[in-house]
């Protein structure tokens, strides 16, 4: 059986240091196979928050795929949020717009749904392109047929109930019944 963790929404810079380290030592405990973090990493996309994920993902010593989130790029920078969004994810985390972590008969596919801004105000709601959609189905379908297939995104396709008011991000009505023939 392959065991992963994942996590979501650390937010480091809003976080207790110290539950983070409660957190990597527990998933040390659980001895997972790999780790997935589902964005989110700091709050506000500074260097400092990023050096601290980076920390914390480097105490975790297993396979990892970790994708940004809306908070992992600039908020209230807008020169750098529209025009180099990504820039401290990549240098601090990885620079692989789309990362794979294949472990036996798991397969998972990584999917950065973050947008820089929208014709609404809320910018945090994110959005899968065509591109992104294309690029991700080909890849599950290039997998080994026996495989658990998976995609990992921060911002959901469906709102649960608890989402009252939101939608799903964007382009959800495209992606969804891609993945589910790539078979997902």
């Known amino acids: 059986m392959t065991r992963i963790v994942q996590v979501s929404d650390l937010h480091f810079g809003a ?4 539950i983070a380290r409660m957190l ?22 500074s260097r400092a928050e990023f050096e601290a994920a980076n920390e914390f993902l480097d105490a975790i010593d297993v396979p990892q795929l970790v ?6 790029i600039p908020g209230l920078n807008l020169l750098e949020r529209f025009f180099r969004p990504s820039r401290r994810f990549r240098k601090f ?10 472990m036996g ?9 973050t947008r820089r801004g929208g014709m609404h105000l809320d910018w945090s709601r994110g959005r899968i392109s065509t591109r992104k959609i294309e690029a991700a189905a080909a890849l599950l379908h290039a997998a080994p047929p026996d495989s ?5 995104m921060h911002h959901p396709l469906v709102p649960t109930d608890l ?22």
């Open 163 to 184: 989402a009252v008011g939101r939608k799903g991000a964007g382009n959800s009505r495209k992606a969804l019944p891609a993945f589910v023939d790539a078979g997902v």
């Open 67 to 72: 994708i940004p989130g809306n908070h992992d």
């Open 15 to 18: 976080s207790d240091a110290r």
């Open 24 to 45: 990597a030592g527990r998933i040390a405990e659980i001895r997972p196979d790999a780790v997935v973090v589902s964005g989110d990493l700091t709050q506000n996309a």
């Open 148 to 152: 658990c297939k998976v995609v990992v």
């Open 105 to 113: 008969k798991v397969f998972i596919v990584g999917i950065d749904t």
């Open 93 to 102: 985390v990885h620079d692989d717009e789309m990362p794979v972590l294949e």
